[in-house]
Nanobody, 126 residues
Framework: VQLQASGGGLVQAGGSLRLSCAASGRMFSRAAVTWFRQAPGQDREFVAAINRNGRITDYAERVKGRFTISRDNDKRTIYLQMNSLKPEDTAIYYC????????????????????WGQGTLVTVSS
């Protein structure tokens, strides 16, 4: 699976953005997908995850209630709706796919993923 992330940009605190992760390849419907982010000088961190059929999701505590992950398998796209953005959400956001995922699983460790998108920059100004 090849991934292409998009939708990043500059937004004021309190604003919203929707990131997209477009996938190519036949294995997409078998893939669990996760969004990670990495701020300058910091480690890559888990943001949100979704299982193969979109019925199970998981969120990092710091984004819970503000971010929503979803998927459209017909369009081979994963979305991350980000509301009430804060300056500390500023980072490069990456999507990653695990094509060996079991149906009910979500994954939160970078080591669980073999396919990564190129990243999209989100900047939140105060």
């Amino acid at each position: 699976v090849q991934l292409q992330a998009s939708g990043g940009g500059l937004v004021q605190a309190g604003g919203s953005l929707r990131l997209s992760c477009a996938a190519s390849g036949r294995m997409f419907s078998r893939a669990a997908v996760t969004w990670f982010r990495q701020a300058p000088g910091q480690d890559r961190e888990f943001v949100a995850a979704i299982n193969r059929n979109g019925r199970i999701t998981d969120y990092a505590e710091r984004v819970k209630g503000r971010f929503t992950i979803s998927r459209d398998n017909d369009k081979r796209t994963i979305y991350l709706q980000m509301n009430s953005l804060k300056p500390e959400d500023t980072a490069i956001y990456y999507c990653a796919a695990n094509t060996e995922a079991i149906l009910s699983a979500t994954y939160s460790r970078p080591a669980d993923f073999g396919s990564w998108g190129q990243g999209t920059l989100v900047t939140v100004s105060s």
